[in-house]
C-alpha cells in the first residue's frame, strides 16, 4: 500500500455507469415511497423500477383517470342509441303465436 494516492484525475461516480439513466437524489412522501415498497415486494420487483414505470406511464398520457359523473354521462348519451336502435322485437308487441 502506498503513502500517498493522488486523486486529482479521478472522477466521481459508478464504475460501470448504467446507460441510459442517471442517478438523482428525490423527496417522496413516505406513504408513496411504503405503497411502492409494498407493492414491489408483492409482485418480486423493484420499488424504484415500479416509480420509474409509473413516471413513463404518466408522461406517455397512457394512464386512464377515475370516471367522473361528466364522462359517465357522455358514454351513456352515446351508447343507449346505438343499442336501442340494435334492439328489435321478434313478433311485435301483442302479437299472439298458437300452436298449430
Excluded: C
Excluded at 46 to 73: C, D, W
Amino acid at each position: 500500500m502506498k503513502r500517498e494516492y493522488d486523486f486529482s484525475t479521478g472522477k466521481r461516480g459508478a464504475l460501470l455507469p448504467s446507460k441510459g439513466k442517471t442517478r438523482i437524489t428525490i423527496f417522496l412522501d413516505d406513504v408513496i415511497l411504503a405503497q411502492f415498497r409494498t407493492r414491489a415486494e408483492t409482485t418480486g420487483t423493484g420499488y424504484q423500477s415500479m416509480i420509474n414505470e409509473a413516471l413513463k406511464v404518466f408522461l406517455s398520457g397512457r394512464q386512464e383517470g377515475p370516471v367522473t359523473e361528466s364522462v359517465l354521462r357522455q358514454v351513456i348519451r352515446e351508447e343507449v342509441p346505438k343499442l336501442s336502435r340494435r334492439t328489435t322485437r321478434i313478433g311485435g308487441r301483442g302479437t299472439k303465436h298458437r300452436a298449430a
